[in-house]
Nanobody, 122 residues
Framework: QVHLVESGGGLVQAGGSLRLSCAASGSAFSTNALGWYRQAPGKQRELVAAITSGGHTNYTDSMKGRFTISRDNAKNTVYLQMNSLTPEDTAVYYC????????????????WGQGTQVTVSS
């Protein structure tokens, strides 16, 4: 089993930046990646980006360019650097353990963090 803990959320002004962290502990077979999802009020949860243990990344097209996912294997932590934030980025951001295929498809598992709130003011 995998335990995921997100942190780094908060209140930021539009145009600002924020870096989220996801600390992973434990282990899970059949997973090779960690992904960031977000869910805004009244909207479905959507994938932001994913990264494998080897550093291969994939982004949802609408996020690419502003958001950057990275990892620190020494700390067993993945990060989501968010730049040029807008109020539309306001959401709860979740970390998930899943599978990122060589074709760039991400398949989430049942392992989710508790989420961290990101609020962007206009």
């Amino acid at each position: 089993q995998v335990h995921l803990v997100e942190s780094g959320g908060g209140l930021v002004q539009a145009g600002g930046s924020l870096r989220l962290s996801c600390a992973a502990s434990g282990s899970a077979f059949s997973t090779n990646a960690l992904g960031w999802y977000r869910q805004a009020p009244g909207k479905q949860r959507e994938l932001v980006a994913a990264i494998t243990s080897g550093g291969h990344t994939n982004y949802t097209d609408s996020m690419k360019g502003r958001f950057t996912i990275s990892r620190d294997n020494a700390k067993n932590t993945v990060y989501l650097q968010m730049n040029s934030l807008t109020p539309e980025d306001t959401a709860v951001y979740y970390c998930n353990a899943g599978i990122l295929t060589f074709r760039g498809s991400y398949y989430p598992s049942d392992y989710w963090g508790q989420g961290t709130q990101v609020t962007v003011s206009s």
